[in-house]
């Protein structure tokens, strides 16, 4: 089981917890559907909004 890497983007931020830039995993289940983000600076996976 796997991911098409085509639905996965490097995401530039500011990480608001530590007042930095941070790059994050973004994943885009469908073309205009809000992504999936996982950042190793939290646990969770959350959607780009959160």
């Not at 973004?26 to 996976?45: G, M, R, T």
Request: glycine share 2%; no cysteine.
């Amino acid at each position: 089981m796997g991911s098409n890497k085509e639905k996965l983007r490097r995401t530039y931020v500011k990480a608001l917890e530590i007042n930095k830039p941070h790059m994050v995993l973004s994943y885009f289940a469908q073309p205009n559907v809000e992504p999936l983000v996982l950042d190793n600076l939290n646990a969770q996976i959350l959607p780009a909004s959160q």
